[in-house]
């Protein structure tokens, strides 16, 4: 028999999802929507499937119903499950590129576009993931400090780094894992370890952590090395007398830099160090050979240590990664 719930049991409508016309009533914890059951089945094959039960009022039929409509239940998050279904019955809601939703809509999306196998929204919301995570360095490079409209809880919140991670790991959406844990890894380890989801992460991730961090910091030599070699070593040199010193002065800012115990630091933050303003202060910059040569130094060992950084992480090489993205995102 069909099985009534009292609308008085703490249940709370969420207004603007619940349509008088609905032939379904989804409920995610103590949040219930009424939507229509037959766009849910054309959208997802696995509400389809879901839908296939027998319906209140048909024979041997014990689904819960209120008011005459079947209940659903969904074991997620009531908040991740209102962003999915308004992303699917508003039209405005969850636009394409270059639009800019908040990514813990992003994130919810993806997740549950992924889990009840609704392509067009899972393929759009991977697109607003793939700007903030390349497959390619230089748009990484790009985007480093630069974060969308709705990204800037990663500017300042470690356990948004982790969130993200654990969200691309569920929707073994691999070839953004390199450049999520590459930025993850600016945090300090005490930081992540405070962070509200560290505990519940899977150990794989911060194994994938640790490894990050050692990744970037074991190539900090090499970017001293690139910057701190003899002015001898390019023939372009047109201040022999001067230029040693002033790449010392480089050097040694970097060294400062990411020596200081609680400061953060990304280890392709350096990719800027030949920028001018970083020259603010510290005399009279090198000679433009000095400075060419340097720069591309710089540019090379960033492009190796990118290049490592998925088998680092235990992850397929960049060209079968970004086979696995065109296949997915079409």
């Not at 389809?48 to 009022?57: C, E």
């Not at 086979?323 to 079409?330: D, N, Y």
Request: hydrophobic share 45%.
């Amino acid at each position: 028999m069909a099985v009534p719930v009292d609308s008085s049991a703490g249940l709370t409508r969420v207004e603007d999802l619940w349509f008088s016309d609905g032939s379904l009533v989804v409920r995610a914890e103590n949040s219930i929507f009424r939507v229509s059951g037959a766009v849910l089945a054309a959208r997802s094959s696995v509400f389809q499937d879901m839908l296939a039960f027998p319906q209140p009022g048909s024979a041997g039929s014990e689904v819960e119903n209120l008011d005459g409509v079947p209940i659903v239940e969904l074991h997620d998050l009531a908040a991740e499950t209102e962003s999915f279904l308004r992303s699917i019955f508003d039209s405005s809601f969850f636009m394409p590129p270059p639009a800019s939703p908040a990514l813990s809509d992003i994130l919810a999306i993806v997740r549950l576009s992924h889990k009840y196998d609704i392509s067009y929204l899972h393929c759009r919301a991977l697109n607003h993931l793939s700007t903030t995570y390349p497959t390619e360095l230089p748009v990484f490079l790009e985007h480093l400090n630069n974060f969308p409209a709705g990204f800037e809880s990663l500017k300042s919140s470690a356990d948004a780094h982790l969130r993200v991670l654990g969200v691309i790991h569920e929707v073994n959406a691999l070839w953004l894992l390199p450049a999520a844990y590459a930025r993850a890894s600016k945090y300090l380890p005490k930081k992540l370890f405070s962070a509200p989801s560290w505990s519940t992460l899977p150990d794989t991730i911060k194994h994938n952590l640790y490894i990050a961090h050692a990744h970037q910091a074991r190539h900090i030599a090499a970017i001293v090395r690139a910057v701190g070699g003899d002015a001898s070593d390019t023939a372009a040199c047109t201040a022999p007398q001067t230029c040693p010193a002033e790449i010392l002065s480089v050097v040694v800012a970097l060294l400062e830099q990411v020596g200081q115990v609680d400061m953060e630091f990304n280890f392709f933050d350096v990719k800027d160090i030949f920028l001018p303003s970083v020259w603010d202060g510290l005399g009279a910059p090198m000679c433009n050979g000095c400075m060419d040569h340097r720069a591309a130094q710089v540019e090379a060992s960033m492009q190796r240590v990118w290049d490592a950084l998925p088998g680092h992480l235990g992850l397929p090489p960049w060209e079968e990664l970004r086979s696995m993205q065109g296949a997915a995102m079409g």
